[in-house]
C-alpha cells in the first residue's frame, strides 16, 4: 500500500520559490510514476509535471517549463516539487499521485491513470 503525504505549502510572494514534499512509502522508486497535480475551486484537476523514474524521463505541462522542477531523495523516500518564479495563477492546492508502473506518455498527463493520491496542500501566490 502507497501512502502520500505532502508538505510544504504556504502563502509566497509573486516571483517567490517554494518546495513542496511528498512524503511517500511504499512506492516503487525503481520503476513507478510519480507526478504532481493542481486544483483550483470551480476547476479540473490539471497535471503539472511528472516523471517516470526508470529512463529518468521527466514531463512538464507548460505552465512548469523552465519555472519548475521535480526530484527526489531516496534516503528520506520524498519526492519534492520546486517551484521558482511563482506567479499568483500557479495558486491551487497541490496534489502528489503515485503508480508503481511506469505509465506510458500519453497517460501522465490523466488523473485517472494513478492509483495512489496524497492529501494535497494548498500553494498561494499573493500580489
Known amino acids: 500500500q502507497v501512502q502520500l503525504v505532502e508538505s510544504g505549502g504556504g502563502l509566497v510572494q509573486v516571483g517567490g520559490s517554494l518546495r513542496l514534499s511528498c512524503a511517500a512509502t511504499g512506492h516503487t522508486f525503481s520503476s513507478g510514476t510519480m507526478s504532481w497535480f493542481r486544483q483550483v475551486p470551480g476547476k479540473e484537476r490539471e497535471f503539472v509535471i511528472g516523471?517516470?523514474?526508470?529512463?529518468?524521463?521527466?514531463t512538464y505541462s507548460d505552465s512548469a517549463k523552465g519555472r519548475f522542477t521535480i526530484y527526489r531523495d531516496n534516503a528520506k523516500s520524498t519526492v519534492y516539487l520546486q517551484m521558482n518564479s511563482l506567479k499568483p495563477e500557479d495558486t491551487a492546492v497541490y496534489y502528489c499521485a503515485a503508480d508503481n508502473s511506469r505509465l506510458i506518455l500519453s497517460r501522465l498527463r490523466d488523473e485517472k491513470a494513478y492509483d495512489y493520491w496524497g492529501q494535497g496542500t494548498q500553494v498561494t501566490v499573493s500580489s
Open positions: 516523471t517516470r523514474w526508470s529512463g529518468g524521463s521527466t
